[in-house]
């Protein structure tokens, strides 16, 4: 029998009156979002250090300026089907990088020029007899203008021409321009192939300092904050900002949250990057510098989570456990390079350092292999719980629904230690709450989040506090469900017949 339990009618009525008072009986729903914070250009409408949900990519663009970091990256994570994503500004320092491509002679019949631009192709038409300066003209004004109608994508330069030399300036300023990659297509008959001369005159230098940002972060569920920022100092602040002692997984927070991150560098860095790094909070994406790798960095970043976003806000259909091996980042382009495409050695080291992994299909196409965290220990010795990035989603979301369910069921109740009181008073006993866990538990199984019900059931107990009679204590151990990463068989060859057991 379920006590009556009135919370706003109240007891000391005595005139007649027939009354109702209407009350939820408790349904939870997951409200996951995402945030991308990054640079938004200069002169844009919207705020620095405010969350903004964009109604579309349009209305992006228009918020965070033409030719930003920012607008590109909700471009790329909005195609790839990422739904509840608000983006934030964060101001920019440090040198802007500048580059140059000299046009050192044009075919006297002209011809098709193609050049290669942070993984946008664009071309100009020469004709007959235009000089060095009319090719560098040209070639300013289409880096000017670039926008592909297909993909919405722009170029994060601005450039000038003189003199045959075209000199383009990175829409930010920041080391995060350098190893955008600018070349000459070789691959086709090219007006500019053998004729153009690259250099960078002006390397990026700087990271922002993302405090501001980081302490503007509102009491929202932003389970997953996508910032293509690696350096040491800003990697510190997202550890602080998702701190289990004084951050967003504190016991009195409750918000939770995760940091994707990206890196380009060599082998030799990332490698030592990663091993560096623990904490279960922040996850690394990356490329290999001077790969060919025509995506921008922030790029890498927005392509794979944008593919992956989704997957991670759905604990109702099982996407929280599920692998990702083999998903397509369809706006990812594979490095020029063949010989830097990541072969399974590589990812498999990548993987024990704490760094996420990516592969190039059969057909050219990156997909996703393992995203993980950089957790590698716990109290000194070597932990594996926290490393597929699956334990952080199952953890949102299942702990997130217990709570919820715990608040529907035993909020505002009187706490026993049995049974004994009247039945018709909200009381709510240590085998109550018990049994709503259980029940919770039963329904994330069901739903693939974690395992193990009789289990769960058999281990989980719920005490009166010792020193505190209004205090409950629950143990609840959890047994997550876990990704199907690996299929190992060995196919032993017979030349007569197969032997019996």
């Known amino acids: 029998m379920t006590a009556a339990g009135f919370n706003t009618i109240p007891g000391n009525l005595v005139a007649p009156i027939i009354t109702f008072e209407v009350n939820s009986g408790g349904k939870f729903s997951n409200e996951s979002r995402?945030?991308?914070?990054?640079?938004?250009?200069?002169?844009?409408t919207m705020a620095d250090n405010v969350a903004t949900f964009p109604a579309s990519r349009k209305e992006a663009r228009q918020l965070a300026g033409k030719n930003s970091i920012l607008s590109d990256m909700y471009r790329r994570m909005s195609r790839a089907g990422a739904q509840n994503l608000w983006i934030m500004a964060a101001a920019a320092s440090g040198t802007a990088q500048v580059r140059t491509i000299t046009i050192d002679t044009v075919p006297a019949a002209g011809g098709v020029g193609i050049m290669g631009v942070a993984g946008e192709r664009l071309q100009i038409t020469l004709g007959a007899g235009d000089t060095v300066t009319d090719a560098a003209t040209a070639l300013a004004a289409a880096i000017n203008a670039y926008y592909d109608p297909l993909t919405e994508a722009e170029l994060p330069y601005t450039a000038t021409s003189a003199l045959g030399v075209v000199t383009m300036t990175a829409a930010h300023e920041g080391a995060i321009f350098e190893g955008v990659d600018v070349w000459v297509d070789d691959t086709v008959a090219n007006a500019f192939d053998g004729n153009v001369t690259l250099a960078v005159t002006t390397p990026g230098a700087g990271d922002p300092d993302l405090s501001a940002a980081l302490a503007a972060i509102d009491e929202q569920n932003w389970d997953w904050i996508y910032i293509p920022f690696s350096d040491d100092a800003n990697f510190t602040r997202y550890e602080t900002l998702l701190s289990d002692v004084s951050g967003r997984w504190a016991w009195n927070q409750q918000l939770y949250g995760h940091v994707f991150t990206a890196k380009r560098a060599s082998t030799a860095a990332l490698t030592t990057y990663g091993d560096a790094k623990d904490t279960r909070h922040v996850s690394t994406l990356w490329s290999f510098a001077d790969s060919g790798d025509s995506t921008p960095i922030w790029g890498v970043l927005a392509e794979q989570m944008g593919r992956l976003h989704n997957w991670l806000s759905d604990g109702a259909n099982g996407g929280v456990t599920r692998g990702h091996e083999g998903l397509v980042a369809e706006g990812q382009n594979a490095p020029r390079d063949v010989s830097t495409w990541p072969q399974y050695e590589t990812r498999n080291t990548f993987v024990q350092l704490g760094m996420s992994t990516w592969r190039v299909n059969g057909v050219g196409k990156v997909e996703l292999d393992k995203?993980?965290?950089?957790?590698?220990t716990e109290s000194g010795a070597p932990d594996t719980v926290f490393r597929d990035i699956q334990s952080i989603a199952q953890l949102t979301y299942g702990l997130r629904?217990?709570?919820?369910?715990?608040?529907?069921?035993?909020?505002?109740?009187?706490?026993a230690s049995d049974d004994t009181l009247n039945e018709n008073l909200p009381v709510s006993t240590v085998q109550d709450v018990e049994g709503t866990l259980t029940h919770s538990y039963n329904e994330l199984v069901g739903?693939?989040?974690?395992?193990?019900?009789?289990?769960?059931?058999?281990?989980?107990?719920?005490?009166?506090?010792?020193?505190?009679?209004?205090?409950y204590n629950i143990f609840a151990p959890i047994l997550r469900g876990v990704p199907l990463d690996v299929l190992a068989a060995n196919a032993t060859i017979y030349t007569d017949e197969i032997p019996a057991a």
């Open 34 to 44: 995402g945030l991308i914070i990054t640079h938004k250009a200069t002169g844009a």
């Open 401 to 415: 629904k217990m709570r919820a369910d715990l608040a529907f069921n035993h909020s505002n109740q009187i706490s």
């Open 371 to 376: 995203v993980i965290t950089h957790h590698q």
């Open 447 to 471: 739903q693939g989040v974690f395992r193990g019900a009789r289990a769960f059931g058999e281990a989980v107990t719920v005490t009166r506090d010792a020193d505190n009679p209004n205090r």
